[in-house]
Antibody
């Protein structure tokens, strides 16, 4: 059974940092491209970042570029999102999301979503 | 402000058909495949349609997708109360080099 389990969310002050993790199981993690997608309370989905299966290709939304860093450890079947200089507008549920294999970002779609972890940025 | 534009809400009676539009541009919908997601209240999104008009296994053929130019459409026939959810379109924007979603459409089955 495919599982994506996010962790690391919580309350952080503006300007602070947080590192999200996503533990993958039930599939060959190293063969899949991955994303982070977020959803502010009561709002729609916002794509945050993409990483290729090898980690060699990475993209970010303009809203997080320069502040967030996506990475992965295929040996540990894990995806990460390092979030620095956090702002109130970063408050959201963050979803770890899997792309189907060998599509590349242009052909991307998300075939499986984790349950999400809530990040709250507030003083 | 979302790159892709969806109506905020649609409604129809049980058993009827509804369509949800998703409008974009030549750098996203006009150039790339479109996907659609269903988000039931309090849950994570679920893939409904990929590659514009393909259904994953387990998704009933009541759900369909199409595209014309820079707009895409999700169709749902034989509406059920269990279809009440938020629906999102998504694709890649080749100019932005970024994934993009529509703002979401809330479906009410009256």
């Amino acid at each position: 059974e495919v599982q994506l389990v996010e962790s690391g969310g919580g309350l952080v002050q503006p300007g602070g940092s947080l590192r999200l993790s996503c533990a993958a199981s039930g599939f060959t993690f190293s063969g899949y491209e991955m994303n982070w997608v977020r959803q502010a309370p009561g709002k729609g989905l916002e794509w945050v970042s993409y990483i290729s299966n090898s980690g060699s290709t990475i993209y970010y939304a303009d809203s997080v570029k320069g502040r967030f860093t996506i990475s992965r450890d295929n040996a540990k079947n894990s995806l990460y999102l390092q979030m620095n200089s956090l702002r109130a507008e970063d408050t959201a549920v963050y979803y770890c999301a899997r792309d189907p294999p060998d599509r590349g970002p242009v052909g991307t779609y998300i075939d499986f979503w984790g349950q999400g972890t809530l990040v709250t940025v507030s003083s | 402000q979302s790159v892709l534009t969806q109506p905020p809400s649609v409604s129809a009676a049980p058993g009827q058909k509804v369509t949800i539009s998703c409008s974009g541009s030549s750098s996203n919908i006009g150039y790339n495949y479109v996907s659609w997601y269903q988000q039931l209240p309090g849950t994570a999104p679920k893939l409904l349609i990929y590659d514009t008009n393909e259904r994953p296994s387990g998704i009933p053929d009541r759900f369909s997708g199409s595209k014309s130019g820079t707009s895409a459409t999700l169709g749902i026939t034989g509406l059920q109360t269990g279809d009440e959810a938020d629906y999102y379109c998504g694709t890649w924007d080749s100019s932005l080099s970024a994934g993009v979603f529509g703002g979401g459409t809330k479906l009410t089955v009256l």
